[in-house]
């Protein structure tokens, strides 16, 4: 299963290159202007610093909501973009917010709650450093599938798909480590591109590939309830999506074409 996601999440990527780097630039242009407008304000003014930090991360969890609806068109081998990232961004607004709710607490946790309570240098302040390390960590984890699963789920409220999210991460947990490990990876390429590819888009289309996979295997334990949850029969659920990605060659990913 996870040599395949590998495969489909390359391959995804690879065919609709252009679209991802598209849409990376507009994610660079909002890092780059957090990043410059916090570091530029926090000096003179710690208020409007926080408050552009807010307007950013606002303005890319919308964003994040239009991809997300394209990164699912991608994964089952579409190529609409433009309408889909526009509907997406209406469609999706709702998971958006409170995906920026997150966020921001993320955010407030690690640039204002994480260094009050170290500064305070005892036994509570400690424990409480350790708690918000570990919302943060579960925050993080769970962004990885917030937005596939709610493509996936699109009749669940965003409450619901957070606390899928959660019951995926315990129920899959080798498999969320080795997402963290490839999420990684992904990052350090994304820094030698200056965010151009996979970037931002990228680990989207990734997350939306993993997830996808993983519903494989729900769908079929909810079709034979008496299953083995430690045998799933990944080849015989993959048979159609490996059909779809097919055969590939460095001349046909070159030149697809011939």
Not at 156 to 181: A, E, S, W, Y
Not at 216 to 222: E, N, Q, S, V
Request: proline share 4%; with cysteine.
């Amino acid at each position: 299963m996870v040599g395949f996601f590998i495969k489909k999440a390359f391959f995804d990527g690879w065919d609709n290159l252009i679209g991802l780097v598209l849409f990376n630039l507009v994610y660079i242009a909002l890092i780059f202007l957090g990043l410059w407008g916090f570091s530029y304000l926090a000096p003179f003014s710690p208020v409007l610093s926080f408050l552009l930090l807010a307007v950013v991360l606002l303005a890319y969890s919308l964003i994040a909501g239009g991809t997300a609806a394209v990164v699912s068109n991608y994964s089952n081998y579409q190529r609409d973009s433009w309408n889909a990232f526009r509907s997406g961004i209406v469609r999706n607004i709702r998971h958006s917010l409170l995906f920026f709710a997150l966020e921001f607490l993320f955010f407030m946790n690690i640039l204002l709650i994480i260094p009050f309570y170290m500064a305070m240098g005892n036994a509570i302040g400690i424990a409480a450093v350790v708690v918000m390390a570990w919302i943060e960590i579960f925050i993080a984890l769970a962004m990885a599938y917030y937005f596939p699963l709610m493509n996936l789920l699109p009749g669940d409220r965003p409450l619901k798909t957070l606390k899928k999210c959660l019951i995926i991460i315990g129920d899959n947990l080798g498999f969320t480590f080795f997402l963290v490990i490839y999420r990684l990876f992904m990052l350090v390429v994304s820094i030698f591109t200056m965010g151009l590819i996979p970037g931002v888009a990228g680990a989207q289309l990734a997350g939306q590939d993993a997830m996808k996979i993983l519903m494989f295997k729900y769908d079929y334990l909810d079709e034979n309830k008496a299953a083995d949850r430690k045998h799933i029969p990944w080849e015989e659920l993959l048979f159609d999506e490996r059909e779809k990605v097919g055969p590939r060659s460095l001349k046909n990913m070159i030149f697809p074409w011939k």
